[in-house]
């Protein structure tokens, strides 16, 4: 298993950051994430596309993590987009029935393209 990372790995000209989580995601990476994305909007990003492909593990309380950064990103005009799902973190995100609440897309090309037609209005962000 891999140690717990939580990255900005690209911004885009346009304001999107791309951000890659790795490892386990348990209780007290969930601290991590909160902090992580509460950094972020103190930066003013409000768009952000999200990889979990690395994720080993994740916890509710990570989940939990991710869904208030939602709330927020939400709150402030923007959109949390989540993409290439690990295997283990999509039957978590498949059990607890989020992907009515979340926005996802399959890469970040197509997070980038869902992003555009959110903000162009062509695509309603999620409740």
Same mark, same amino acid.
């Given at each position: 298993?891999?140690?717990? @990372? #939580?990255?900005?790995? %690209? *911004?885009?000209?346009?304001?999107?950051?791309?951000?890659?989580?790795?490892?386990?995601?348990?209780? /007290? /990476?969930?601290?991590?994430?909160? &902090? +992580?994305? /509460?950094? #972020?909007? &103190?930066?003013?990003?409000?768009?952000?596309?999200?990889?979990? %492909? $690395?994720?080993?593990?994740?916890?509710?309380? $990570?989940?939990?993590?991710? =869904?208030?950064?939602?709330?927020?990103?939400?709150?402030? $005009?923007?959109?949390?987009? +989540?993409? %290439?799902?690990?295997? @283990?973190?999509?039957?978590?995100?498949?059990? =607890?029935?989020?992907?009515?609440?979340?926005?996802?897309?399959?890469?970040?090309?197509? $997070? =980038?393209?869902?992003?555009? *037609?959110? &903000?162009?209005?062509?695509?309603?962000? %999620?409740?």
């Amino acid at each position: 298993m891999k140690d717990f @990372k #939580i990255t900005k790995i %690209e *911004e885009s000209k346009d304001g999107v950051v791309v951000v890659a989580v790795e490892g386990q995601v348990g209780i /007290e /990476e969930a601290a991590q994430v909160s &902090k +992580f994305f /509460e950094e #972020i909007e &103190k930066e003013g990003i409000v768009w952000v596309i999200v990889s979990l %492909e $690395g994720v080993d593990f994740i916890s509710t309380a $990570g989940v939990g993590a991710l =869904l208030y950064a939602v709330g927020g990103a939400r709150k402030r $005009g923007g959109e949390i987009v +989540f993409i %290439e799902f690990s295997p @283990k973190t999509k039957a978590v995100f498949e059990f =607890l029935d989020l992907h009515d609440f979340i926005v996802t897309a399959t890469d970040k090309e197509s $997070g =980038l393209q869902v992003v555009k *037609e959110i &903000k162009s209005g062509a695509r309603p962000a %999620e409740a």
